[in-house]
């Protein structure tokens, strides 16, 4: 994967929080707001974002994708960058949606514009702002790091994830066995071969559970599976956004 040239911090972002983490996760999103704050920049919240049509794309439905796609384009018309707290939906806005407008040469030259203004959250905290936590403080802790199949293998976060956690003073991330394994959750994968996805997300949960009794994702899916199978089974495993999971750490003063 080509390294990304990374700009400067311009003193504004767009938030595109994900229709998972408006609906499911609104403290993620907050949160998200106040780590940015916290490094001086202005947050932006176009009210009409909804969805980055993802759910519609990988399910082979282009047209129902592009449409969704189409609605949000023109809410971010200002050249500040588009934080989303979600890898698999800045993977979509990045690389997919350019695709999704062949023919239409002025949608296509505007979304590869767009595409090289979005940036997965921890990505943007580490490249970008450069984000120091050595005021920061806490007890020791171990935790998991979960990081969805599109963050990883689409948008290379994972590092992101690893280098802004191990800034945090006190914080230990334990690598697991099937770390690079899906969690089963996949969008729609989930609600079409809930057998199958079923037991791949026991196999993550039983995973995290060997090493650690907290884990943190990036992504509002990933999330919300992994931490409802963990409920379903009854075990002590506790799951977290990341940004929140950030967010307490660096309320923490030494």
């Avoid at 990988?58 to 018309?77: E, I, K, M, Y």
């Avoid at 936590?133 to 790091?145: K, Q, S, V």
């Avoid at 590092?159 to 006190?170: I, N, V, W």
Wanted: hydrophobic letters at 40%; one cysteine or more; glycine letters at 8%.
């Amino acid at each position: 994967m080509q390294r990304r040239v990374y700009p400067a911090p311009c003193g504004h972002v767009y938030l595109f929080a994900t229709c998972l983490v408006d609906l499911f996760l609104p403290e993620a999103g907050l949160d998200a707001v106040h780590l940015l704050e916290r490094e001086g920049q202005r947050v932006h919240f176009p009210r009409a974002q909804s969805c980055c049509g993802q759910p519609a794309y990988t399910s082979g439905n282009p047209v129902q994708a592009r449409a969704v796609a189409r609605a949000q384009l023109d809410l971010f018309r200002q050249p500040w960058p588009v934080v989303v707290p979600s890898g698999s939906c800045a993977g979509m806005m990045r690389l997919h949606w350019p695709r999704l407008f062949d023919g239409e040469a002025a949608r296509v030259a505007q979304a590869e514009e767009l595409a090289t203004r979005v940036f997965e959250l921890s990505e943007f905290l580490v490249e970008v702002l450069k984000v120091d936590f050595r005021d920061c403080a806490g007890p020791p802790i171990d935790i998991g790091l979960h990081t969805s199949c599109s963050a990883r293998r689409e948008m290379g976060t994972r590092a992101h994830a690893l280098e802004l956690l191990g800034a945090l003073p006190g914080v230990r991330v334990s690598t697991h066995e099937n770390e690079v394994e899906c969690c089963g959750f996949g969008g729609t994968f989930s609600l079409r071969h809930d057998d199958i996805s079923g037991a791949m997300v026991q196999d993550k949960v039983a995973s995290l559970q060997a090493n650690a009794s907290h884990f943190v994702t990036a992504d509002g899916g990933c999330l919300l599976n992994i931490g409802h199978a963990a409920k379903k089974r009854g075990c002590a495993l506790q799951g977290e956004h990341i940004a929140s999971f950030v967010r307490r750490r660096v309320e923490r003063k030494a």
